[in-house]
């Protein structure tokens, strides 16, 4: 599927991924309209395929995942456009946590701003040891507009989020293992390796199973706790219910392999 240059896409059937790649290298992978619309459009092309399991998304080249906003975009919008385009973005981050197929971040060097908003909306995080997280946004006189303020808060406790936010502190890829922010942190010359070993042991699982899980949890998070605790039970039984619990308990029963199909 054809992106043009500002997001490549690429299936591999055989594996069950989808990659997506930002593609702005000279510009730090930067985020403007052209960019968003075309990631939009190869992650609703991915939810569709049957054939994709799985969705990477990275930066090109080694200096950066995504260093933000294009700032040339944001000076001149009006605050009517300013609320609109937040709206827009927070509506692509939210879409990517409705998808039910898990989306891993591949994240190599700068993860500032709506990069961060964008790694955070993942199901999961793998950093090489040289990448960088921060939200910057209030040394330019704004506040994060894609989510950032309620996930990372979400993610690792109102303390440390409210430093981040407040001071537009940088961290690197230690300090967000440690925070919780990433799931893995290896070598740069690892990073590949790692998020192929995370998707391996995806496609062993029943995808079925997994989209089920995924919505769990992000719509948990969203009800009160004895409200959450009945949604799990409903999809307990919906999960139970399926084709692959059946082959998943006779496998075990049986001391063999499941044979997953997404039913």
Request: aromatic letters at 4%; one cysteine or more; proline letters at 2%.
């Amino acid at each position: 599927m054809e992106m043009g240059e500002e997001v490549l896409y690429a299936k591999h059937e055989r594996e069950g991924v989808a990659a997506i790649t930002l593609n702005r290298e000279r510009a730090l992978n930067s985020l403007n309209t052209a960019l968003l619309e075309k990631l939009r459009a190869a992650l609703e092309d991915a939810e569709s395929d049957g054939t994709v399991r799985s969705i990477v998304i990275t930066g090109a080249g080694s200096r950066a995942f995504c260093a933000g906003a294009d700032v040339k975009e944001l000076k001149d919008k009006s605050q009517a456009e300013a609320k609109d385009l937040s709206l827009w973005f927070q509506d692509i981050t939210n879409y990517m946590e409705r998808l039910r197929k898990p989306i891993i971040a591949r994240i190599n060097g700068f993860c500032l701003g709506g990069g961060l908003e964008l790694a955070m909306a993942c199901d999961f995080r793998i950093a090489s040891d040289n990448s960088i997280f921060g939200l910057p946004e209030v040394n330019l006189g704004i506040i994060p507009g894609g989510g950032a303020t309620q996930r990372l808060t979400r993610l690792i406790g109102k303390t440390k989020a409210m430093e981040m936010l407040m001071t537009g502190e940088q961290i690197d890829a230690e300090e967000a293992l440690r925070l919780g922010l990433v799931n893995r942190v290896v070598p740069a010359n690892e990073l590949d390796t790692a998020v192929n070993a995370l998707l391996s042991e995806l496609q062993a699982k029943s995808a079925l199973t997994l989209g089920i899980l995924k919505l769990v949890v992000n719509n948990g998070l969203k009800m009160s706790f004895e409200r959450a605790l009945s949604y799990e039970a409903e999809c307990f039984g919906s999960a139970l219910a399926s084709r692959d619990a059946k082959e998943g308990l006779q496998a075990f029963i049986e001391k063999r392999k499941p044979e997953f199909r997404g039913e």
